[in-house]
């Protein structure tokens, strides 16, 4: 199969849509990151999409719909904070789980009696998702466990032969995946940090707690997506925390083959002087979370390891970060 990369335009959201409605697999641009697209009533289209990705196949997917998509169609209570949640944040990065009506394919949730909905900012994503007017399930457009794609080139690097089109929107500006947030009790609950912080939802709705599973109790994980590796870099990996940056340098010293450091702007001197290659997260939460991806798929590229030092900052927008860099870099204490 030829992969085409287009430009959205009239034409090619009606392509879109024929690809979509006939069982096929469209990847969107959103705000966020790029998703791999299906129609979420078709069973045989969101099976494809987990077999495309090789996702494991107890990972729900979210189902996106445009701005004025009737939700009494898909989710089965909404309450009020849930309304006021979606006023002050959407459309844009944060995706909400609801009570599904059990309508759209019992795969998209495997299993789970919720339904996470997503209504993305992303003009692009908002034209193909009005052209075609039926819930969309998208998960981010990359082989399961590797990096999420930022720029329709990434999608394209792990999808070239295996899907017909990327819409190309341009580079995401967010960079990192959206919040995920339960809203089925009676406080929010986020099961996957991002761009919408907790402290942001709790300023609109009083409170937000933090999921953390507890496996030992023998829970069923909420969020099953939580619980794998993922984000990595086709490279080995090596994560310090800021503290240790000495011990990273020395590191970098004694290491063999092409090493480059991941790193924040700020202590980006005292790896370049040594003559290592340093790819730079920049200086702000925001900026850190727009290059995260492009730089880990560029480490695979210019490197036989990778050596990510954590930022210093911790809360807000770099929860969401450090969730992905911890989970895409294998910690030094882990090695040792
Ligand atoms: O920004 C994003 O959310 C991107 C773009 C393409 O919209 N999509 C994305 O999808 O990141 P994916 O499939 O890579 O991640 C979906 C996450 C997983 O952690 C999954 O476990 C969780 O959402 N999720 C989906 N449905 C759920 C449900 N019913 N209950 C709890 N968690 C759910
Ligand atoms: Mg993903």
């Keep these: ?173 967010g960079g990192i995946e959206s919040t995920v947030c339960d809203v089925t009790g009676d406080v929010p609950v986020v099961l996957r940090p991002g761009l919408i912080t907790r402290e942001m939802i709790a300023a609109v709705v009083g409170s937000c707690e933090e999921y953390v599973p507890d496996l030992k109790k023998g829970e069923k994980v909420k969020s099953p997506g939580v619980l794998y590796k993922h984000y990595s870099p086709r490279c080995k990996t090596v994560l310090y925390a800021c503290e240790r940056t000495a011990e990273a340098l020395e590191f970098c010293r004694k290491a063999e083959g092409k090493v480059a450091v991941l790193c924040e702007e700020k202590i980006v001197e005292a790896f370049s002087k040594a003559g290592v290659a340093v790819l730079s997260l920049g200086d702000t939460e925001t900026e850190m979370a727009n290059r995260l991806y492009d730089l880990l798929r560029e480490a695979e590229r210019i490197c036989d390891t990778l050596i990510a030092i954590e930022p210093q900052k911790k809360d807000g927008v770099m929860v969401g970060v450090l969730n992905r860099l911890r989970k895409a870099c294998v910690s030094v204490d882990i090695l040792h």
């Design 1 to 173: 199969m030829q992969t085409e990369i287009k430009q959205i335009t009239p034409q090619t959201l009606a392509e879109a849509k024929h690809i979509i409605l006939t069982g096929g697999v469209v990847a969107i641009p959103t705000e966020t990151v790029y998703g791999l697209g299906g129609n979420a009533f078709d069973d045989e289209a969101v099976r494809r999409i987990f077999e495309v990705k090789g996702r494991p196949n107890d990972n729900p997917l979210i189902a996106h719909v445009h701005s004025d998509y009737d939700l009494s169609k898909i989710i089965d209570r909404d309450p009020p904070y849930a309304q006021k949640l979606r006023e002050t944040f959407l459309p844009g990065p944060l995706t909400l789980v609801y009570p599904s009506t059990g309508k759209v394919s019992p795969y998209v949730s495997c299993g789970l009696n919720t339904l996470a909905v997503r209504i993305p900012s992303h003009t692009g994503a908002q034209a193909f998702l009005k052209e075609i007017d039926i819930p969309i399930v998208a998960p981010s457009a990359n082989l399961s466990k590797h990096v999420s794609p930022t720029s329709a080139q990434h999608v394209y690097d792990d999808f070239a032969g295996k899907i017909p089109l990327i819409l190309d929107g341009g580079v995401c500006v």
